[in-house]
């Protein structure tokens, strides 16, 4: 797949900012040593090692933390290239802006549904694509004589949708690349009045339990409860998050712009996090990075749970049905009552999602704080 990165030289230091549509990911100072250099991106854990290969390329790998371990990529950074994707000109045949209703077909073969939101000025295409529980956030590419290709990389995870389009109004052949082979094939046909089938099945509270608790330790090892001092008598926000997952990456933003412009007084958050692995380092380590990232001020504890463990609910929030969509998020009113659950996120990237989601949250908070 093709991304399209910038380098940038400021106060002796040296970065890459990796570019999707209006998104700018700048990684971590990188590290020069000979011909070679040492690339970490600011969340997630993922890191790039190159080496100079002829006079204005690097080859290496992108080392990128998994639930199993580590997976490698093979890289090649070429300098001076302008185009997201090379050779993407000419004319092209049709416009395909507007709203497309999608089919992802699934390793069983039965479809699951999504829609798709596209902008197309001559060759370039943007846009993203929404599932029930989230979105793919920035997407960026092109269209050129029959075909469409889009890709986005948020510092670990790699996208890339590749179809044919027979009409305006067809999407056929697509493949849907997200760093697994051989990828999974998709189709869409353009519906102005597409929509999102519910969710299913949600995080919900079990029949007569209307409160959470629970203990769990922040990222210094301090035990945090949500019968704390801190918590009492206010509104608490509950986010369920991971810090590998890129609506977590979104959410967390909005939830820290939020509790930092302390626009409500007697209103908390706190994160329950589901990592990748139950080693208490590594998942402290990579909070880390979305706290300082995003300026994090309220608590991040960490469950001890991995995301992929089908009984993580049972273990860490007894109260809840289950846990199947991250993040998923819990208002909690000023008596400890559980008085809703949003399940999944929708970021900048599908703006009228966002300002949908964002309609909702603040209606709920004004309700709660004012109860």
């Not at 600011?42 to 002829?54: D, I, Q, R």
Request: hydrophobic content about 35%; some cysteine.
């Amino acid at each position: 797949m093709y991304v399209l990165a910038e380098v940038n030289h400021r106060a002796n230091q040296t970065t890459i900012t990796f570019v999707n549509d209006t998104e700018r990911i700048e990684s971590e100072p990188l590290c020069f040593s000979g011909d070679s250099v040492l690339c970490s991106m600011p969340v997630f854990e993922t890191t790039f090692g190159l080496a100079k290969s002829g006079d204005a390329q690097l080859t290496g790998n992108m080392t990128k933390g998994t639930s199993a371990g580590k997976q490698e990529w093979q890289v090649l950074a070429k300098y001076g290239e302008s185009q997201r994707i090379p050779g993407a000109s000419g004319q092209p045949i049709y416009n395909i802006s507007g709203r497309w209703a999608m089919q992802f077909q699934r390793p069983d073969g039965s479809w699951r549904q999504a829609v798709g939101e596209l902008k197309q000025t001559g060759n370039r295409l943007t846009g993203t694509i929404i599932n029930p529980s989230g979105d793919y956030r920035f997407l960026e590419g092109a269209v050129w004589s029959d075909s469409l290709y889009l890709t986005a990389f948020d510092g670990a995870h790699m996208y890339a949708f590749r179809a044919h389009m027979p009409n305006d109004t067809t999407l056929d052949a697509g493949i849907f690349f997200d760093g697994t082979p051989p990828g999974s094939v998709f189709r869409a046909q353009k519906n102005a009045a597409a929509r999102l089938p519910e969710l299913s099945p949600v995080a919900g509270m079990k029949p007569v339990i209307n409160a959470l608790s629970f203990r769990f330790p922040d990222l210094d090892s301090n035990i945090v409860s949500l019968g704390d001092a801190r918590f009492r008598n206010k509104v608490v926000i509950v986010q369920l998050m991971g810090s590998w997952c890129p609506n977590c990456m979104d959410e967390t933003k909005f939830l820290s712009e939020f509790y930092n412009s302390q626009q409500y007084t007697g209103v908390e958050v706190v994160s329950l996090a589901y990592e990748l692995s139950t080693d208490f380092h590594r998942s402290a380590n990579t909070l880390r990075k979305f706290q300082q990232r995003f300026g994090v001020r309220y608590p991040m504890l960490i469950t001890g749970a991995r995301s992929a463990d089908p009984d993580k609910a049972a273990k860490t929030l007894p109260q809840l049905t289950n846990i199947n969509y991250f993040p998923t998020t819990i208002f909690i009113g000023k008596k400890g009552q559980v008085r809703d659950i949003h399940n999944g996120f929708y970021g900048p990237g599908a703006p009228d999602y966002f300002e949908a989601y964002k309609k909702k949250f603040y209606k709920t908070i004004e309700q709660l704080t004012r109860e």
